[in-house]
Each structure stands twice: as structure tokens, then as C-alpha cells.
């Protein structure tokens, strides 16, 4: 198809626009990871990843070994509001026994 000049500028400038805007965009999708400390018992992680993560009981053993044994893991993937709420209801029943347990947000 043969296009005018203006409409081929035309085109190729909405294109020029159209390709920069993903790196623009802000992540939509937030992990959330659950780090290690030496002081929180295991049985109280297997507890948080099951009413905060709504993980099944082996599901979340094995996660809370990985971050024993790593350092970290991810305990699941949200968009940034429920991501935020997830690590505050971390913070919050920690708090509440005085254990260090700490969850961070990471950009996906
Ligand atoms: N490292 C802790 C212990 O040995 C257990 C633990 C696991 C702590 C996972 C935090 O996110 C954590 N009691």
C-alpha cells in the first residue's frame, strides 16, 4: 500500500512513541520475599506462610527451609496494594511475639 509522506512520518512517529512506553510503565506485579533471621522459631514461618500466604502445611515447610537454608525466597507474586498488605500482616504477627521475621517487596 502506498502511503502519503505525511502519513508515513505519521506512522513512524506513533510507533517511535508506542515502542518507548513499556520502559516507562511501572511494574505492575510485586514479590513478596520472607527473609532469615537466627532467631524466629520454624514453626512460627510455617504458621505466617499458611494464614498470610495461604500455603498448605508441607508447601510451606519446604518454602520455609529454602529460606533457612538461602537467606530468602519468594512467597508469592501480587499487584502492589495486596503485596504491601501481605508484608504489613508479616510485620504485624511478628511484632506480636517479638520475633525479627522480616518480608520485603521486590519488583517482579
Ligand atoms: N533460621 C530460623 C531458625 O533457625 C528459621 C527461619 C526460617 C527464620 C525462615 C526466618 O524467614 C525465616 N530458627
Redesign the pocket.
Known amino acids: 500500500m502506498r502511503l502519503s509522506k505525511d502519513r508515513q512520518v505519521t506512522q513512524h512517529h506513533e510507533q517511535a512513541v508506542q515502542e518507548a512506553k513499556p520502559a516507562l510503565q511501572k511494574p505492575t506485579l510485586y514479590m513478596v520475599l520472607?527473609?532469615?533471621?537466627?532467631?524466629?522459631?520454624?514453626e512460627f514461618?510455617v504458621d505466617v506462610l499458611q494464614q498470610v500466604f495461604f500455603k498448605g502445611y508441607d508447601e510451606a515447610v519446604q518454602l520455609?527451609l529454602s529460606?533457612?537454608n538461602s537467606g530468602q525466597a519468594v512467597c508469592g507474586v501480587y499487584p502492589l496494594e495486596i503485596a504491601e498488605m501481605k508484608v504489613k500482616q508479616v510485620q504485624d504477627l511478628a511484632g506480636e511475639q517479638k520475633h525479627p521475621?522480616k518480608s520485603i517487596l521486590e519488583p517482579e
Do not use: F, I, S
Not at 34 to 42: A, E, G, I, R
Open positions: 520472607l527473609l532469615n533471621d537466627d532467631y524466629t522459631p520454624m514461618v520455609m529460606v533457612h521475621l
